[in-house]
């Protein structure tokens, strides 16, 4: 398999209409599948060594290597995350390791320790090496750094304004990535100890507890086993949980700013909010670049419907965060760790064409309305006719985890790897 030098070139300067990169989690087989299937340009996963997603669905060796493959088929890039904060322990693996990944091919090393880097550009020469956001990139000088130091992109820190991207993009050669979509961690750049604190999870080895999303009580010290509440509401305080990012209503300005790469969180979210984040990521980048090109010059401004098929998905609620201004108390989620919604996935199609056999994800019976996710924002409403299963035998019910075939009303020819959901 061909592989690329790791060095810097000049990147598309601030306007270029050049593809910008949707990046999209892969917290496992079927994450990355569907992710591709609804437009990722690129997908970062883990292995089950040296990455920070310890309980995510990570990949094997070999894994990654199939995962590569299959990427690769579909035009797609593949990227590892290797960015833990290694300790010497961490040290006797990875350069096996290291080399696993340069023998998959695999098109980049996502990496925020020097020494992880150091090593790197030893054993895996010939991987580019993508700058972590745990290396907190938020300044120009900083960026500059890590260009001398032959990676070929950075991803900025979450604690960077619309200004500080534009600057730092504008001055330096190396590609540019930033955080659009996902789960904002309450410390700087995702580098916290609390959960190593309260539980004894290190997050800085992957292993993080997520105590930003606990309800917490007041304890006085004379009075054990007294516990005050804290109340925003009945519900307590969640006095860490910040609502999830969302830079939706902002690509325009991040294309015209010169980003390279727009990153989504979530390798631990499941099928459906992966798939239906970058399905909505993906249709609005291609709308933005539409207009600009048969409007040149005029504001961009995305219709209603892009934020209307955001909302459908499971959120925390939503904040731009840093780009503007510093985060407020209005960009906090003190009321509890979610915000409902009323979508349920139901299941996920295992092939093309009509009458698909799907695997079935939230209990399913014939007579149902549901809807197809289909390309673009195409959503198609269609009731289930009929549920068989692998013999052919008619169902009054299909359970999670089962494998049926469906007919459906209309009859509609489906996408492999596609996304059906429900009103709950």
């Given amino acids: 398999m061909a592989m690329r030098k790791n060095k810097s070139t000049k990147k598309p300067g601030p306007g270029s209409d050049s593809r910008c990169e949707i ?81 998959c091919g695999v098109d980049g090393l996502i990496i925020a320790d020097s020494g992880v880097l150091r090593i790197a550009r030893r054993i895996a020469p010939e991987i580019p090496l993508h700058v972590s956001t745990q290396a907190n990139v938020t300044n120009l000088e900083s960026a500059l750094f890590w260009q001398d130091q032959g990676t070929s992109r950075v991803n900025l820190a979450r604690e960077l304004g619309l200004e500080e991207i534009r600057e730092i993009c504008t001055n330096c050669d190396i590609e540019t990535e930033v955080f659009v979509h996902g789960a904002l961690c309450i410390s700087y750049s995702g580098r916290c100890l609390l959960s190593l604190y309260l539980t004894g999870r290190d997050s800085n080895q992957g292993d993080c507890a997520h105590p930003c999303r606990y309800s917490y009580s007041l304890l006085e010290e004379k009075r054990q086993g007294e516990f005050f509440p804290v109340e925003e509401d009945s519900r307590g305080t969640y006095i860490l949980n910040s609502k999830d990012l969302c830079l939706l209503d902002r690509l325009a300005e991040l294309v015209q700013s010169g980003v390279t790469a727009f990153k989504i969180e979530g390798r631990m979210k499941g099928v459906y909010y992966a798939g239906g984040i970058v399905r909505i990521y993906r249709a609005a980048l291609d709308y933005l670049l539409k207009i600009k090109r048969e409007k040149p010059g005029e504001p961009i401004i995305l219709p209603e419907r892009f934020r209307g098929e955001i909302e459908k998905l499971g959120t925390r609620g939503y904040t731009e965060n840093f780009f503007d201004h510093l985060p407020a108390r209005e960009d906090m989620l003190y009321q509890g760790a979610r915000v409902s919604h009323r979508y349920l ?33 195409e959503n198609i409403a269609f009731t289930i006719e009929v549920l068989e299963d692998e013999r052919g035998r008619a169902l009054s019910r299909a359970m999670p985890g089962n494998q049926v075939r469906m007919r459906s009303s209309p009859p509609l020819s489906f996408r492999k790897h596609s996304l059906i959901r429900k009103v709950a």
């Avoid at 309305?369 to 289909?374: A, D, M, S």
């Fill in 23 to 103: 990046l999209a989690p892969a917290g496992s087989m079927e994450k990355l599948k569907i992710v591709i299937r609804y437009g990722a340009d690129a997908v970062y996963l883990g292995s089950n060594e040296f990455s920070l997603r310890a309980h995510a669905g990570n990949f094997t060796a070999d894994e990654i290597e199939q995962a590569t493959i299959y990427c690769h088929r579909h035009g797609v890039k593949l990227y590892v995350t290797v960015n833990i904060f290694a300790h010497n322990r961490d040290l006797a693996d990875l350069e096996n390791h290291l080399a696993i990944l340069q023998n």
């Fill in 345 to 377: 996935p139901v299941a996920v199609t295992a092939e093309n064409g009509r009458d698909p056999s799907i695997l079935v994800r939230h209990p399913l019976e014939p007579g149902e309305r549901l809807e197809y996710l289909g390309d673009g924002l």
